[in-house]
């Protein structure tokens, strides 16, 4: 790559500084305390707090490839897709029309990129790291059932409408529980438990399965439908996983206990009124108010695209809320598409949109090549989850499920190199 004779040139200048700077010989380690802090400040902090330590991580790992001697860039084929991608998203910011507005977002996106490049080069160099990574997100899951059922079971208020009541009785209105996480939202903290509980399948089992049965159940008080079909999802695929490493002789009892547990869920759901209501909402399309409500927006979205297809409106929530208030429908105003592929498109253009789906064919297809790898099939299910969500929602978006997303791409992406280069 055209940056390595670059590196390689300040590498051989710092060398005499680098080979006796206490903290350049141990900078690994500064990395890797602002990537935990990433993930446990995500439980509570502000968006732009967790973003201080992506940005340190980063500025750290700039100074690592530019004094540690041998440190190099190598693109796989998924990472040359996801520099396609963010060219793409530069030209679509400097064709903006809301150029300001779209330049912060720009930035967003760049820290998020960012911290996937320091995590390869952080984690590359520190496998043995991945697996106390996978244990912080198993504690932040650990702390978010506790405080989920504490708000469940003493039924705390909606900060805002998150459900359609005009139709239920009131023993189907849901208590939808919205842990630590900021801004306080049920789907965020849904799409966020969907995003880490699979962290939980590379402890032990004797944690792994009751902590993971109170997640579950955590996840089940959000209420956030699109977190329950991405973990129906999650649960479809490890399942299948599961199936497909067993011996031959144990894939019946398998399959038994598959359905005779499915049956037992489908039977529980239809005695829960609440839970019932909330999840055979999802089929009544424009009857549910929030499902009219969506399908407005991507009405609006799809003509903005139209508009707009080819380099789209310049990324950023803000440059979004701007041009959407041309497009929406009197009443149904929207912060982003409620779907990450739309608002992709509607960003930054089709062809970025092909780049960036491009990036996780190639993701998905190194982790299925690496399935026998406790934490690739964790971070598989994990991205699994957050894609699934991501045709209803944009939460994949705000930093605790975004920089989840790229440590768990990282991770895929650092032990099929390692598989390759053996």
């Known amino acids: ?17 680098s080979e006796k700077s206490l903290i350049l010989n141990n900078i690994d380690w500064l990395i890797g305390v602002n990537i935990f802090l990433v993930i446990l400040t995500s439980t509570f902090a502000p968006s732009d707090f967790i973003g201080y330590f992506a940005l340190f991580a980063i500025i750290l790992t700039i100074i690592k490839l530019l004094t540690k001697s041998g440190e190099k860039f190598e693109l796989s084929n998924a990472d040359k897709f996801l520099l396609l991608y963010f060219i793409l998203v530069v030209v679509s910011v400097a064709g903006s029309s809301l150029f300001y507005l779209s330049l912060k977002g720009f930035f967003k996106t760049l820290t998020y990129l960012g911290f996937y490049v320091s995590l390869i080069h952080y984690l590359k160099d520190n496998k043995d790291k991945i697996k106390y990574i996978f244990f912080a997100y198993a504690l932040c899951v650990a702390f978010e059932t506790v405080i989920a059922f504490v708000q469940n079971f003493v039924s705390v208020g909606e900060i805002s409408g998150w459900q359609d ?55 089940v008080f959000t209420g956030c439908r699109g977190a329950y079909i991405g973990y129906f999802v999650q649960l479809v695929l490890l399942g299948v996983i599961i199936y497909k490493l067993l011996k031959p002789k144990y894939k019946k009892i398998f399959t038994t206990l598959a359905v005779s547990v499915s049956a037992m869920i489908f039977l529980l759901i239809l005695s829960i009124a609440n839970l019932r209501a909330r999840i055979f909402s999802i089929f009544a399309m424009r009857s549910d108010s929030s499902n009219s409500f969506r399908f407005n927006v991507y009405q609006s979205c799809l ?5 707009n297809w080819l380099l789209g409106i310049g990324v950023g929530n803000q440059n979004f809320r701007e041009i959407y208030g041309l497009y929406m429908k009197t009443g149904f105003d929207a912060l982003s598409a409620y779907n990450i592929y739309l608002e992709t498109a509607v960003e930054s253009g089709i062809f970025a949109l092909i780049a960036f789906l491009g ?35 944009t939460v994949f978006f705000r930093p605790q499920i975004q920089f989840t997303f790229w440590i768990m791409a990282a991770v895929i992406r650092v032990y099929h190199h390692g598989t390759e280069q053996n």
């Open 359 to 393: 990036f996780l064919v190639l993701i998905i297809k190194k982790a299925v090549k690496n399935i026998s790898n406790i934490y690739v099939l964790a971070s598989l299910i994990s991205i699994t989850g957050i894609l699934v969500h991501g045709f209803v929602d």
């Open 165 to 219: 009541t005009s139709r239920l009785n009131p023993e189907e209105v849901m208590t939808r529980v919205y842990g630590t996480l900021k801004p306080y939202n049920p789907n965020l903290f849904g799409g966020y438990m969907l995003a880490c509980i699979p962290a939980l399948i590379t402890l032990s089992k004797k944690i792994a399965l009751p902590l993971g049965l109170l997640a579950s159940i955590a996840l």
């Open 1 to 17: 790559m055209f940056l390595n004779p670059i590196l390689s040139f300040f590498q051989n200048v710092f060398k005499p500084i």
């Open 303 to 307: 003509h903005m695209f139209k508009d």
